[in-house]
């Protein structure tokens, strides 16, 4: 197991041990230039959930999503942060498979988790299986070897686990296996297969089932006293697609195994239970909506249900719109919420006073911007998660005193790449939609906004519909506001009728009137824009996934605005939907007064696909082939209306394999870079034609990229005063932005430095050489002078780092024509000192490049000058005269050291 996980034992002891001691304070260096954005940096973030503190306070256990390049997709790992002032962080599993979901037994004494690794001893299993470590030290061991994996579990004690899990396969499934039949029945309802409540005892490995219920238990939740658990259980095989036959919920005793159901009214829809910690009773939220049939969105609020008299009530929150998706946490004295408030959250500390609570804001430093918070259940410890849409998300430990919250120190840190990235500004904006109703929205301004100019505006437009933009940050591959911003548009987030987070009536007030409300919303937040003076009125796209595709589609059909479409898992045709979409039926008959049958005119009349004759806008079309929210086939509508009526451009990429929401890391990354070609064609107007027989660095593609460097008369360089000097790229080293020369300093530059110095016809283009520190010194104090810029040889650091990524270049091994051992090296070496008109340099540009900016002669021709940490000079990197070897250091003769320069961003005085 050692190579399946990394948990060191007496390591994890000997880090818990050391994580007490006291830490160095680090020096903090100034902050690095600001880098542009590219693909990789929105696909390839870090994100952290399922936080757990310990019993004692002093741990939390987390979840780390990274991507996984080997997998093509993401796994995620479990993470240990000692909570202190100064935290300590361990990685506590690795691997190609991820882990999930951890939970600290109640002693505090043993970690159990689900892991979807395999188990090499166990055959015949599938799902999720529960592991387990004892704290600190141990590796974990896989304890349930279950045909279907466990759903869900918790600690009854130290040696007992309660779990949610499937009964093995029956003897029609065996035989059916057997057949190798892959076929199956639709909606079988007569074999849905139970799954029940079970009882793992630790010491005796034994497996004791707790129910015997013939229907599907979904969820679980148990009390603190571990008497008491709710379960609900899902009736029917169909309650997804069209919410006919509700789930039933059930209070078992654990302790008489006496089950006994609760709210029996269908139309009551609780969510959300969380145990009071005086297991007198429990919280839970009841979705508010004017349609309990098909269950259409409404507003959450919050309920009590007493165990004694089993008789619940509403809790009065005083808001109106009730509680947000990010829900609440229970206290001693009460809870603490997250109200709906549109763009941020409200939250609110309750306190019970007998049947009524009262209540106070939460106030603090992170308050108006909290995302995630996680509570100790008994201490005042809190570990919250804080962003704004301009700000990446990161984890803080705090402490919650009543209602003020005291952040003591970040606790994670996520997503470094993103630290130097330039940030778009951000604020909430509000203007008047349809209905004469306020709408928000979240505005991104251009990376290189003046005031005054006009700019580009594209819509990113949020699915759902019932979902919501917040003033926190979300860049992925579906919308990536920075990639666009860096492209110099406005972007706009804005959450339109039928949006969560505003209250019932806002989210239900699309109902039957899909469209209607929220194309003016999104029409009127454009005039709202163009009257500031922000945006060009006929320069606006829009784009978005599901139902924001589902928008960008109405836009671009039923309006005159929209200039330029990216279209991602949308539909067209309302009609088809009803019968292909997981949950079609109960969607359609809730937002298209009922089935299509009987409002077939209006299904016509709210199907884009049926007034496309005259929609001219380029259009790009993504969609997964496995899809069944929005059917793959709703793609292919679409594409194939538009490339027949041919008015609009268009293009269909296909992802196959891919359900809903795009998994893989390659099908993201083609996603974006597809869409923002397509909008640098048709709507930036910046897309330069691209050869797709032209492989990127080839000896071709660089013979082509050098047309374009700068040249006088044959030599590389460019003229300031008349004087030829070195063309210096940006790149990146060492986690800093560096200008650093193309090329080592030619012998035509060293010229215009020295007039004195004479060189071999034709030979301008080599490097200078056989220079003293303290002439390359000179040399750029030179060129600072003379440009008014500020120009400095490289630091040791700098070219080493640069060297690295070298893979050929000019030395000795190429003059032999072979890989030199020492020995060889050193009689060559002799010869060529024999020889003194030998010379091995070749011009600056003869090896291929280093690189992306394409940076020549890292890989030998000269060694160069650089200063190292005394300020004292330092020839680094090989020579022509020097072999590859790495094992031996060279001191290269002054014949074969020349120098690069390096520009800095400030001016000379």
């Excluded at 100034?30 to 870090?46: A, F, G, N, T």
């Excluded at 990235?421 to 290189?448: C, F, Q, S």
């Excluded at 589902?550 to 039923?558: E, F, K, M």
């Excluded at 091994?813 to 060529?832: H, K, P, S």
């Amino acid at each position: 197991m050692r190579k399946t996980f990394f948990i060191l034992g007496v390591g994890l002891v000997l880090f818990i041990f050391l994580s007490l001691l006291p830490e160095d304070i680090a020096a903090s260096s100034s902050l690095p230039d600001q880098k542009p954005w590219q693909v990789d940096d929105v696909i390839l973030q870090e994100n952290a959930s399922g936080l757990a503190i310990s019993p004692d306070g002093n741990w939390v256990i987390w979840v780390k999503s990274i991507p996984h390049q080997k997998k093509d997709g993401r796994v995620s790992h479990l993470f240990l942060t000692r909570l202190a002032e100064k935290p300590t962080t361990i990685q506590l599993t690795r691997g190609d498979e991820s882990e999930f979901s951890p939970r600290w037994s109640p002693s505090g004494e043993k970690v159990a988790f689900l892991s979807s690794r395999k188990i090499p001893e166990a055959k015949d299993i599938s799902g999720s299986q529960l592991w387990l470590f004892e704290f600190p030290g141990g590796e974990p061991q896989p304890i349930t070897r279950l045909p279907f994996g466990v759903r869900s579990f918790e600690w009854l004690d130290e040696n007992r686990l309660l779990l949610v899990a499937r009964e093995k396969r029956t003897l029609r499934e065996e035989e059916k296996k057997k057949r190798k039949d892959t076929a199956y029945v639709v909606e079988d309802q007569e074999h849905m297969p139970p799954f029940r409540l079970f009882i793992l005892n630790l010491k005796t490995n034994q497996l004791e089932r707790l129910t015997t219920n013939k229907d599907q238990i979904t969820s679980l939740a148990l009390s603190f006293d571990k008497k008491w658990v709710i379960t609900r259980h899902n009736q029917s095989v169909r309650y997804g697609v069209d919410k006919k036959i509700k789930p039933k919920f059930f209070l078992l005793n654990l302790e008489t195994r006496k089950s006994e159901e609760i709210f029996p009214d269908p139309r009551f829809k609780p969510n959300m239970f969380a145990w009071d910690l005086n297991n007198q009773g429990f919280y839970f939220s009841v979705t508010r909506t004017s349609d309990y049939v098909h269950e259409g969105p409404g507003a959450d609020f919050l309920y009590y249900f007493d165990l004694k008299t089993r008789k619940y009530h509403e809790i009065n929150l005083d808001w109106d719109w009730g509680l947000f998706y990010l829900g609440f946490q229970v206290r001693p004295d009460g809870f603490v919420a997250s109200l709906a408030n549109g763009a941020r959250p409200k939250w609110r500390r309750y306190y019970r006073q007998g049947t009524n609570f009262s209540y106070e804001d939460l106030e603090g430093k992170h308050a108006a911007n909290l995302y995630r918070l996680v509570l100790h259940r008994t201490k005042d410890l809190a570990v919250y998660q804080f962003s704004t849409a301009s700000t990446p998300p990161q984890w803080y430990f705090g402490r919650l005193e009543r209602n003020q919250l005291h952040p003591v120190t970040q606790l994670i840190e996520l997503n470094s790449h993103l630290k130097n990235k330039k940030m778009a500004r951000t604020e909430v904006i509000r203007w008047v939609g349809a209905l004469n109703e306020e709408i928000e929205g979240l505005l991104y301004y251009p990376h290189d906004y003046q005031p005054g100019q006009r700019y580009p505006l594209i819509l990113m437009i949020h699915g759902g519909p019932t979902g919501v933009d917040m003033d926190a940050f979300r860049e992925s591959w579906a919308a990536y506001p920075n990639l666009m911003a860096q492209r110099g548009a406005f972007v706009l987030r804005p959450n339109y009728h039928g949006s969560g987070g505003y209250g019932q009536k806002f989210a239900e007030s699309i109902k039957g009137h899909y469209y209607e409300y929220e194309l003016p919303d999104m029409l009127k937040g454009i005039d709202y824009l163009v009257k500031k003076g922000f945006v060009d009125p006929d320069k606006v796209a829009a784009m978005g996934w599901s139902n924001g595709g589902i928008l960008t589609v109405a836009l671009s059909v039923w309006t005159k605005r929209i200039k330029t479409a990216g279209v991602g898992a949308a539909d067209v045709n309302w009609i088809s939907d009803y019968g292909n979409c997981a949950f079609g039926v109960s969607f359609d008959n809730y937002y298209f007064k009922g089935p299509f049958w009987e409002h077939l005119d209006h299904y016509i009349e709210k199907s884009p696909l049926f007034h496309l004759q005259h929609m001219k806008v380029p259009t790009i079309i993504f969609h997964g082939t496995e899809d069944t929210n929005v059917p793959y086939e709703q793609g292919w509508e679409y594409y194939r209306a538009l490339q027949q009526i041919g008015l609009a451009p268009v293009r269909f990429i296909v992802f196959p394999g891919e359900p809903h929401g795009l998994r893989k890391l390659s099908h993201q990354r083609r996603k974006i870079t597809e869409e923002l070609a397509w909008f640098d064609k048709y709507f930036f107007k910046t897309l330069q034609p691209q050869n797709e027989s032209l492989k990127k660095n080839s000896p071709l593609d660089i013979a082509l990229k050098k047309l374009a460097f700068s040249r006088v008369n044959g030599a590389f360089g460019r003229l300031v005063k008349k004087k030829l000097i070195p063309e210096t790229v940006q790149v990146e080293v060492n986690g800093q932005s560096l200008e650093i020369g193309r090329f080592e300093v030619t012998r035509a530059q060293w010229a215009a430095f020295e007039p004195s110095y004479h060189f071999t016809p034709g030979t301008a283009n080599l490097p200078v050489s056989g220079l003293s520190f303290a002439q390359a010194q000179e040399y750029v104090r030179w060129l600072s002078r003379l440009t008014g810029e500020k120009y400095r040889l490289p630091r040791v650091d700098e070219l080493e780092a640069l060297a690295k990524k070298a893979k050929t270049g000019n030395t000795l091994d190429y003059w032999a024509g072979y890989t030199l051992n020492y020995d060889d090296a050193r009689q060559l070496q002799q010869l060529v000192e024999k020889k003194e008109k030998l010379n091995l340099l070749l011009p600056v540009d003869y090896f291929s490049p280093t690189g992306e900016k394409l940076i020549f002669g890292l890989g030998g021709n000269v060694a160069e000058w650089a200063v190292n940490e005394r300020g004292q000079g330092q020839a680094v990197g090989r020579c022509a005269w020097a072999p590859e070897d790495k094992k031996t250091k060279y001191t290269p003769p002054l014949a074969y050291t020349g120098l690069r320069v390096v520009k800095e961003k400030n001016k000379t005085n």
